[in-house]
């Protein structure tokens, strides 16, 4: 009888013990601290991979691309399209596509290199470009563009000291754009040069390697490629994927 009340009695106590649940202390404020700190730096260093090699946001602060992009649109960039750049390098990352005439392209333009551009890549290497009455023409053939805006001819044509790369020259680029003047719509206006490009009519001109040629939807206020000349493929900062926020409720 004894042996068997022992039993019971430590079958009891073992059962006991196995349905009490353990209680943690609560966590010191420095453990909540820390818990805290690695949250936030996980989600810091997320968000700088994204922004560094993969995707970045902008907002379009000038009409050169409208009607296609509007001033305060803001444009999800894939930095990851055309290969992302090493920080504190000038190399590439591979990328998973190779830059095609058509894309919407965010750019480092020679003339201020600080400064994010976006435009439309119309010239790949070895394409031979020209302009006529506002018309392009790639390799001979005239381009159907009906994402382009531009006013009438007879509102004149534009000049600029920038455009005599065209000519051989080398003008001074910097972020200061002034110097060009409008010239009537008869054409008048070229001093009697044999070289001299305006902003409705130029070229022919042919696309180096390793280069593209930019231009903005709108022609008429556009500061691009037929200013500032071609533009190497190593300024390019990755291809535009999507508006995600436009002030035009039909885009």
């Known amino acids: 009888m004894t042996k068997k009340r022992n039993e019971g009695t430590v079958a009891d106590a073992t059962e006991e013990t196995g349905g ?94 600080d400064l994010d551009v976006v435009k439309r890549l119309v010239g790949m290497p070895g394409d031979t470009l020209e302009m006529r009455d506002k018309v392009l023409h790639i390799n001979g053939t005239r381009r159907d563009e009906p994402y382009a805006r531009y006013g009438g001819l007879e509102d004149g044509d534009m000049v600029h000291p920038w455009m005599r790369w065209q000519c051989g020259e080398s003008p001074a680029l910097g972020p200061d754009i002034s110097g060009g003047y409008r010239i009537p719509a008869d054409g008048q206006g070229s001093n009697g040069e044999e070289c001299h490009p305006t902003r409705d009519n130029w070229g022919p001109v042919v696309v180096p390697e390793g280069h593209y040629f930019m231009m903005g939807d709108n022609r008429d206020d556009s500061v691009d490629s037929r200013y500032w000349g071609f533009l190497e493929r190593d300024r390019l900062r990755g291809e535009a994927l999507m508006i995600y926020y436009s002030y035009d409720s039909q885009l």
């Open 20 to 113: 009490d649940k353990r209680v943690r202390p609560p966590r010191t404020a420095a453990e909540v601290a820390v818990d805290w700190a690695k949250s936030i730096g996980a989600a810091v260093l997320l968000f700088l991979v994204l922004r560094t090699f993969l995707v970045q946001t902008f907002v379009i602060t000038s009409s050169s691309m409208e009607p296609t992009l509007l001033v305060g649109d803001f444009l999800v960039l894939s930095k990851a399209a055309y290969g992302p750049r090493i920080p504190l390098t000038d190399a590439h990352l591979p990328g998973y596509s190779d830059p095609e005439a058509g894309d919407v392209v965010v750019f480092r333009p020679p003339h201020d290199p």
